[in-house]
């Protein structure tokens, strides 16, 4: 009987808390790689790109072996609407958070990152996914968690961040500093994609409670969205073509940064 109860607990909170921590340590994994990558000259349409080939072309053979028994959503039903709308937002944010890092750094992204728990909160509650009830030690606790992590990434924009509040330094921003502002919005927009991308994939899995189909269509529709977006707007092709360095080992990490997230 104790045993049952403490498997019960494990999983119930032991595990997502874990979870939670992998998923933070090899976002800022991939973040940092990504940074390097592109210092070398790594364009973000590429790694874009390569990150949704690549994550198809493994989850296919799994898919195959996996799934076969599972019926896949038709092209006109909701769900597999709800997954092309998924792919899309994980498109716009992978874009905003690749430009937001190479305008800033892996440290403020790791900073913001820390707003999604209250935008997805936030969002929660819009959406009547959540329920406040001040006198419920849960909802003291979601409140709680939401300051904090408010607070935490206001702390490092006030400390690593320009100024802004004195006029005459304001008309002088350096290219650097206005770069690290730019890269602060596009990073904060990130994270609010990726709340709102967290609802609706909460959403898809209470009627298609299909994880391993659900995270191949959603990287299939990801590069049928980026391929002709990122083929367009990369004006050097030959950027397409990679060599075995760091930009590979960041397309591949984020392959698994991925898996472990989704």
Known sequence: MRETVAWRYINRDVVP??????VECVTVGSTTLY????????SFYVFVFYSYVVSTLVLLPLTLIFGRSTRLPSAKSPVFFK?????LLGFMSMIAGCKGVEYSS???ASAISTLTPAFTFTLAIVFRMERVRLRRSASQAKIIGTVVSMSGALVVVL???PKLLAASHYHNLTLSESSWI???????????LISVWLIIQTRIMEVYPQEITVVFMYSLCGTLISAPVCMFAEKDLTSFFLKPDVSLVSIMYTLYTRGVCI
């Open 83 to 87: 997954i092309f709308l998924l792919a």
């Open 106 to 108: 892996p440290t403020l």
């Open 159 to 161: 400390y690593k961040g």
């Open 182 to 192: 730019l890269g602060g919005i596009l990073l904060a927009a990130q994270y609010l």
């Open 35 to 42: 940074k390097a990558a592109a210092l070398r000259g790594l």
């Open 17 to 22: 808390f874990a979870a939670m921590i992998a």
